[in-house]
């Protein structure tokens, strides 16, 4: 006989007890745990060489790095010089594989490495332009494998230029100014034919070392309108000084100043790039656009002081700063560096950062089909947030008990985010290997250059100024937090507007259980081996022994519970009210009728019928009217097991657990079921009734059967 499902179920019974005990977050996650969490981890292998001002882009699946300014070194020719031409590449983000050491271009910094599909004959190359190499160069290369270059035999109409910017947009390749300083503005269709035009009247000042990229914004996504659209980003520079403004161009070529004086600090060298995690925001909202790095030029000995900050945004106007360092110590840990006894805080200059993946045991993104919860917005390759995603499979759609302005209410919720999806469950998600990552390589600390490679991990997303999901979720794979009940959106940092109910089978730790021995208690002092008034299944008043209590009742722990108002239906006497959780089960009686049907307390409605039982335990089970229903919180949730899988309760006869099988018919089964798989432990404390005999069972299921049933996956 296979046991596994019974054993499931057992431990799924222990589970939901009382749901609300004691965990910050969820996913089992401590707040210091998350804050303790790396948003940026260094590879196991750097680059050969240190350096700063060096080009990369992602091509044909893999990142690709071209020259910069490195420390001095000898060529083959035995050259020494500080300015490379080497050209290497990655394929995983860890191991690099080194192409040319001198390339069949000149040595450069400064420049610009792009992925473009030419008009000309729509093949996909990458296209290096300009920098300076070691003057201000026009030259540019292609390649449409990294490995075989040609130069371009195209005139260009732009002066040579370094420490510029180019994007591709609109089907063109543009660059825009540069050193010696310009605000020049030039696109072409075809780098291999030329063409090269002009924009006249740019409004933006002359500078280099600026940064510029290409990025959607979707727009009207609170009233049901979403539109998208694409649009050039340019930030800072330097003129002389460095800067602190936004611009934006459309299509049509229209520049837009968005902010003359950014909320992040004066800079220039630093990047921009507009990353599209996957996550549940960056689809419903748009993909953010990333500032990371950067500096301001110094003065005297330090010629550059460097940024260790993290900024994002996805409209250019509201800057968010993602890291922190107001302990003196960033979050960000590309911007330290290690010493012999502490970290510094060092910040980073002149480095690249581009959009890539990284590798995972196992991740799962929705299916193609899937659309949100009001089924208006696909979330087709959205990353589906767990726990334990190498253990675990999603979870599929639930309906669950929530409570929405004081109403108690079944909602169907989407543990998985990925909402309604066409198909069978399999349908549902798809599975991979890989998450999209930021990659951020090389570049210079201020006191010398560096050769490292940081990868974002998930904990970078989930950062807001510092803080991991607000102390109010767990950071789960993919950069997704989960929020604890009554908390939602991007940073755990919104109300959701209604509270997941606690599917437990609990009372407040003040509700009053008659014992035999000591007369009324709290079911909070209600021991193992007590005997406390229940109901047998022919209705007869009985003290029933207690073997087992699951959970101790924790005073700190607050629950929501629902407060039954009922009076008698003998002298119409106001009876004090029974308060327990709303998937607890509890006993009621159908109008003109001698039988008993059990269902849980949220499915409770005016002038339904409670069994009581009066505490003298004299007379014999009589009925009450339910007149009123409201939810109130309680400390100190507990619950008893009893002999007769039943407890008299505030003088209402309840169940000992849980609504668990809501589909089970006839409506008794909710209760006989649970009750049956428990048939184990009454019969070893029938066998030996002592409270150690519940405390090791305790024991056996906490410290041993729970956790290896969490290690294995279930």
């Not at 860890?94 to 030419?118: C, I, N, S």
């Not at 732009?158 to 947009?169: A, E, L, N």
């Not at 004066?266 to 549940?280: G, I, K, P």
Request: include cysteine; hydrophobic fraction near 40%.
């Amino acid at each position: 006989m296979d046991m596994m499902p019974t054993i499931r179920v057992v431990l799924m019974l222990l589970g939901v007890v009382c749901g609300a005990r004691a965990q910050i977050l969820q996913c089992n996650a401590t707040t210091q745990s998350q804050d303790s969490l790396a948003r940026w981890s260094l590879t196991t292998t750097g680059l050969t060489f240190s350096r700063d001002s060096h080009a990369a882009a992602v091509f044909d699946g893999k990142i690709w790095i071209v020259g910069g300014v490195s420390t001095t070194y000898y060529t083959k020719r035995l050259e020494r010089t500080t300015t490379r031409s080497d050209i290497v590449y990655t394929s995983d983000g860890e191991t690099w594989t080194e192409v040319f050491e001198e390339a069949p271009f000149r040595r450069r910094y400064g420049h610009t490495l792009t992925t473009f599909t030419d008009g000309s004959d729509k093949k996909e190359r990458l296209v290096l332009l300009g920098g300076f190499s070691p003057e201000p160069a026009t030259d540019v290369w292609t390649s449409t494998d990294g490995t075989v270059w040609t130069e371009s035999a195209a005139a260009v109409s732009w002066v040579g230029r370094g420490y510029h910017c180019t994007v591709v947009f609109n089907n063109r390749l543009w660059i825009m100014g540069g050193s010696p300083l310009n605000n020049d503005v030039w696109s072409t269709s075809s780098v291999l034919n030329g063409g090269w035009t002009q924009q006249a009247d740019v409004p933006w000042s002359p500078r280099a070392a600026h940064a510029c990229t290409a990025h959607k914004v979707v727009g009207n996504v609170t009233i049901g309108e979403t539109t998208i659209e694409e649009f050039v980003f340019l930030t800072g520079g330097w003129d002389e000084t460095s800067l602190q403004d936004v611009w934006r161009m459309n299509k049509a070529g229209e520049w837009k100043q968005l902010l003359p004086i950014a909320p992040w600090k004066r800079r220039a060298w630093h990047s921009l790039v507009s990353f599209d995690s996957r996550t549940r925001g960056d689809i419903v909202l748009g993909p953010r656009l990333w500032l990371i790095g950067g500096g301001i030029i110094g003065k005297g000995v330090e010629k550059m002081f460097p940024y260790t900050d993290t900024w994002y945004t996805r409209d250019g106007v509201t800057w968010e700063q993602s890291s922190s360092d107001a302990s003196g110590v960033s979050t960000a840990e590309w911007s330290m560096i290690s010493t012999r006894d502490k970290q510094i805080c060092m910040g980073k200059w002149g480095h690249v950062v581009v959009p890539f993946y990284r590798m995972v045991k196992r991740s799962f993104y929705c299916g193609a089909t899937c659309q949100d919860e009001t089924n208006t917005t696909s979330v087709a390759n959205q990353i589906i947030p767990m726990c334990r995603p190498a253990l675990d499979l999603p979870s599929p759609p639930v309906k669950r008990t929530v409570m929405v302005q004081n109403t108690v209410v079944l909602k169907t919720l989407y543990p998985d985010g990925c909402g309604y999806c066409n198909g069978t469950d399999a349908d549902r998600y798809v599975n991979n290997t890989k998450v999209p990552a930021l990659y951020l390589i090389a570049g210079n600390v201020g006191t010398q250059k560096v050769k490292d490679v940081f990868v974002s991990n998930d904990a970078m997303l989930c950062e807001h100024n510092g803080v991991i999901c607000s102390n109010k979720g767990t950071c789960t794979l993919g950069g997704t937090c989960l929020c604890v009940n009554g908390k939602t959106g991007q940073f755990c940092d919104g109300d959701l507007g209604y509270i997941v109910l606690d599917d437990g089978a609990c009372f407040p730790e003040s509700a009053q259980v008659l014992t035999r021995d000591r007369g009324l208690q709290r079911i909070a002092d209600v021991s193992v081996g007590d005997s406390v008034l229940a109901m047998e299944a022919d209705g007869t008043p009985v003290f029933s022994d207690v073997y087992y209590i699951p959970l101790d009742s924790d005073p700190r722990v607050q629950t929501q519970f629902l407060r039954v108002h009922h009076q008698s239906l003998r002298d119409g006497q106001r009876l004090p009210p029974l308060e327990l959780t709303p998937a607890h089960l509890v006993y009621t009686q159908p109008n003109d009728s001698v039988r008993f049907e059990v269902k849980p307390a949220r499915e409770l409605l005016l002038d339904d019928r409670l069994i009581i039982l009066p505490f003298d335990a004299t007379s014999s089970a009589s009925a009450s009217r339910v007149v009123a229903l409201e939810m109130v919180a309680r400390r100190g949730p507990t619950t008893l097991y009893t002999m007769t899988g039943t407890v008299v309760v505030d003088g209402v006869v309840c169940s000992n657990f849980a609504d668990l099988y809501p589909r089970l018919t006839p409506t008794q089964s909710r209760d006989a079921v649970p009750f049956a798989l428990f048939t184990p432990h009454r019969v070893l404390f029938r066998l030996v009734p002592h409270a150690a005999t519940a405390q090791w069972l305790r024991r056996l299921m906490h410290h041993v059967i729970l956790p290896l049933w969490q290690v294995v996956g279930y």
